[in-house]
């Protein structure tokens, strides 16, 4: 008897965009439908899976791997692996996608610059434009966003509550869920 279909959601866009409140959003709305979900927030997995890593390109992309890695095992064994982090670079996304067995659905986590420096509310964009952190994905460091993602939402223009929404309904006209 074969299980219930796992997949991964990827969220993927600059700091801020709001990747990890939509994709709490996500994973509270497909509990609620009965799903196993996990969630991989980036900050959190740097915390516990890739403590010592920094933010060189070598090391984001490591730690980019080493989600990409846990989210393919949950999500071949049935459950829905959601990964929130920058993964700013477009090859590693690629790289993620092409060695899942499950479906991988990139969510491209739209938001200006403009909209990010005016919601900064660590103030990072503005050490970053100060030259006091270095290597921050889309100021000193590049963010490549995604060519053909599955799903974008414009968060800087839409409410958490329609983004969800654009991201259940892809979900469900896929019959994923």
């Not at 074969?2 to 990747?19: E, I, N, R």
């Not at 739209?110 to 994905?137: H, Q, T, W």
């Not at 599955?150 to 309904?169: A, C, G, M, Q």
């Amino acid at each position: 008897m074969a299980g219930p279909q796992g997949f991964t959601l990827w969220f993927t866009g600059l700091s801020g965009a709001g990747k990890s409140t939509l994709s709490q959003a996500i994973a509270d709305e497909l509990r609620t439908r009965g799903h196993r979900v996990e969630r991989l927030d980036g900050d959190e997995v740097r915390l516990r899976l890739s403590r010592g890593l920094g933010f060189s390109k070598e090391d984001r992309d490591e730690n980019i791997r080493r989600i990409g890695f846990v989210a393919r095992l949950l999500s071949r064994s049935g459950v829905v692996a959601i990964a929130a982090a920058i993964s700013p670079y477009r090859d590693v996304r690629e790289e993620i996608r092409r060695e899942h067995d499950a479906p991988f659905v990139e969510i491209f986590v739209d938001c200006s610059l403009d909209a990010l420096v005016k919601r900064d509310p660590k103030g990072l964009y503005a050490k970053a434009m100060r030259g006091e952190i270095a290597n921050f994905s889309g100021i000193s460091d590049p963010y490549e966003p995604p060519q053909f993602p599955e799903i974008t939402v414009h968060t800087d223009r839409e409410t958490v509550d329609t983004s969800r929404d654009v991201i259940l309904r892809w979900l469900e006209a896929r019959k994923l869920i």
